[in-house]
């Protein structure tokens, strides 16, 4: 009984190895043949039906195509990094030069306004400079006609009827060589020291009887600088005061070393003839 199990085993075995082994086989030359080259036919040309005697044509060979050169690499596209420092780089470049032209305008603003600052301080000063200058002259002018108003009051020809001891070339009163004074018609002069060398009357155009009294002050060359109406004036018709200035103006003292300049004062009497 177990002789005839053993021998139905060892069987099968030997059956599924033949089996095996067959279908190895078949799978084998299975691959064999599908590896093998088809024949490719010969082509024949017959010709025309005159020329049908079979002759074979030339076989033409192949020509072999050139093979494709091999393109020119494509250039690289720019990676994200390369991309983003480029960036960088232009803005930088961009910021410095907004920076550069910022400072520049800055710089310009800054000349314009100390150029602006200097002239309004070069104004400033030539504007006081004048005021002061024509303060110091109404001061001076102011002083003049105070002590001109004090020598004429000191010598008595303020009044109306003030007549002076001397004539037009007096050289003063005697025994006081330092106050010179004297008259010329309707016109006198009072000087300290000096001698009138020329009293010119006013033109007789005038509007209003009465008397003007002009405070002068005149240089070492006896030259009248300066000449305005002072205290003892009657007249209130300002261009017969106009006349008697115009007139002080025109006359002339003798010379004299002193340095600084002399106050005196002539007067007119305007009388209707």
Request: aromatic share 6%; glycine share 8%.
């Amino acid at each position: 009984m177990v002789s005839k199990q053993k021998s139905n085993t060892i069987a099968a075995l030997g059956t599924v190895l033949f089996m095996i082994l067959l279908f190895l086989l078949l799978w084998f030359l299975t691959l064999t043949w599908e590896s093998e080259p088809e024949e490719e036919g010969i082509e024949i040309a017959f010709g025309t039906e005159q020329e049908g005697g079979g002759s074979q044509p030339i076989e033409s060979e192949a020509v072999p195509l050139p093979e494709p050169e091999a393109s020119a690499a494509a250039p690289q596209a720019p990676s994200s990094n390369d991309l983003m420092v480029q960036e960088d780089e232009s803005a930088l470049a961009l910021a410095k030069q907004r920076d550069e032209e910022e400072k520049a305008r800055q710089r310009a603003e800054a000349e314009r306004l100390q150029r602006e600052r200097e002239a309004q301080a070069k104004a400033e000063a030539e504007r006081l400079a004048r005021e002061k200058a024509l303060a110091e002259k109404k001061a001076k002018e102011q002083a003049a006609i105070a002590k001109a108003n004090q020598l004429g009051s000191l010598f008595g020809n303020n009044g109306a009827n003030a007549q002076g001891s001397g004539d037009t070339q007096g050289s003063g009163q005697k025994g006081n060589p330092l106050a010179g004074h004297g008259s010329s018609g309707n016109s006198s002069w009072s000087l300290a020291g000096r001698s009138c060398k020329s009293l010119p009357k006013p033109s007789d155009d005038f509007a209003q009887e009465g008397t003007v009294v002009v405070a002068i002050i005149v240089d070492a060359n006896g030259k009248v600088v300066s000449a305005k109406q002072t205290t003892g004036t009657t007249i209130s018709n300002d261009a017969t005061i106009q006349l008697a200035i115009k007139a002080a103006y025109k006359a002339e003292f003798n010379f004299t070393d002193r340095p600084d300049k002399q106050f005196g004062t002539i007067t007119y009497h305007f009388k209707f003839k």
